[in-house]
């Protein structure tokens, strides 16, 4: 397998967003309290832009991708922090489009924004019309079809099969869950083994001959997550090590 993209981070890959071709991903360094946002095009493996504050901030947060707008949400700084802003960045080059303050984000179709912002307890809805210079920007929307990954808890029907299958393959016992997905003629399966007093959460991907294309150690954790790797634009995607960006092609 061929290695598209490996992007490390100055922070912890808190989340990430996906549309079209594009990735953008929320770091947050908790020690210094500063959050950064980067792009990156996903069929090309560049990073667009990176270190992005488009506000000296903290309460900053990822909301999606949606054609070539990334849209972030402005939080309150309490201890339940509320949406209380929306920032529009263009996905390719990160600038900050416009800034909607005291408005929430509500939906986007058809190049129309929808927010909102509550009068009384009652939602005022507002649409807000987008148009970049469409020219330079890639047809997002007709590129690659996305795969889900499927979650099976240990206590799944489907979870034996897979634990005989990753025991038979590497003699290794998985532990609580494992994420599935068969796609491009491969098979790839995040699963968890417990050694030292910590879970390990390795990924594998193998082909339909049971050649193991890869088995990468990605994180030590105390408990199992959810959502370990994803498939956009015919490239496997994963965080490793809480601060990797990770991109294979397929």
């Not at 953008?24 to 090309?44: C, H, K, M, P, Y």
């Not at 193991?212 to 959502?227: F, H, K, R």
Request: charged share 25%; aromatic share 12%.
């Amino acid at each position: 397998m061929k290695q598209k993209i490996n992007h490390t981070l100055s922070g912890k890959i808190w989340n990430t967003a996906f549309g079209g071709d594009y990735a953008a991903l929320e770091i947050r360094d908790e020690l210094s309290r500063q959050v950064s946002f980067s792009g990156i095009n996903l069929l090309t493996g560049n990073v667009l832009w990176e270190n992005n504050r488009p506000e000296k901030s903290w309460w900053l947060g990822l909301v999606g991708i949606f054609k070539e707008y990334l849209i972030l949400h402005k939080y309150s700084s309490q201890q339940k922090p509320e949406p209380e802003g929306v920032l529009i960045l263009n996905i390719q080059t990160g600038e900050v489009i416009q800034r909607l303050d005291n408005w929430v984000f509500f939906d986007f179709k058809d190049d129309i924004l929808v927010v909102y912002q509550l009068e009384n307890n009652y939602p005022i809805y507002k649409n807000i019309e987008l148009h970049e210079n469409r020219p330079s920007i890639t047809q997002l929307d007709n590129h690659t079809a996305t795969s889900s990954v499927i979650h099976y808890p240990e206590d799944s029907p489907h979870f034996p099969t897979i634990f005989k299958f990753l025991y038979r393959l590497l003699g290794i016992e998985a532990q609580k869950a494992v994420d599935y997905l068969e796609i491009s003629n491969k098979i790839i399966i995040s699963y968890y083994i417990y050694r030292e007093k910590s879970f390990q959460n390795y990924l594998l991907v193998t082909n339909r001959e049971r050649e193991i294309l890869l088995n990468d150690l990605i994180a030590e954790t105390e408990g199992v997550g959810i959502d370990t790797f994803t498939v956009k634009s015919d490239t496997l995607l994963y965080v490793k090590n809480e601060t990797q960006f990770i991109g294979y092609e397929l």
